[in-house]
C-alpha cells in the first residue's frame, strides 16, 4: 500500500474517532427537561405533548465511550490503519498457517498407518476405504457431478 493510501486511511479513521467522540460530548449536556425553560424540538402532538430535545442515557453514553475506547485499542493492536501492521504483528495469512498446521499434526496419525501400505493392502483395509470415500466425498464428487 502506497503512503498516500495509507495516510488517506489514517487520517479518515482519526476524524471518524474524533466526529464520534465530538458527537457524544455534545449529546451528554444535563437533560433540559430538568430546566424551567427546557428546550423543545418544535414538535407538538395533541395539544400538550411536547418533544424535549433530551440527550442520551447516561448508561448509553457510556457504551458508547466504551465503544470508542475498544476501537482505539483495537487500531492500535491489530492491522486497520493503512499499512500499520499492529502491536501483535496478526495477519490472516499466518492465521491461516497455523490452522493448516494443526489440521495436518492431527490428521498424521490418521495417514501415517497407510502410508507403508502398498495400493492392494489399502484397497483391502475397511479404514483405508473409509478416509478414501470421506476425501473423495469431500474433494471430487463435485465435479464428477455433471
Known sequence: MTTGWTLFIVILTAINVVGALWL??????????????????GHTWDGNLREFNNPLPRWWLWLFYGSVAFSIVYLVLYPGLGSWQGTKGWTQEAQWQEQVDAAE?????V??????MSLEQLGQD????RVARNLYANNCAMFATG
Open 24 to 41: 457524544l460530548w455534545v449529546t451528554s449536556k444535563r437533560s433540559p427537561a430538568e430546566q424551567p425553560d427546557a428546550e423543545t424540538t
Open 105 to 109: 499434526a492431527a490428521a498424521a496419525p
Open 111 to 116: 495417514y501415517a498407518r497407510f502410508a507403508e
Open 126 to 129: 475397511p479404514d483405508a476405504m
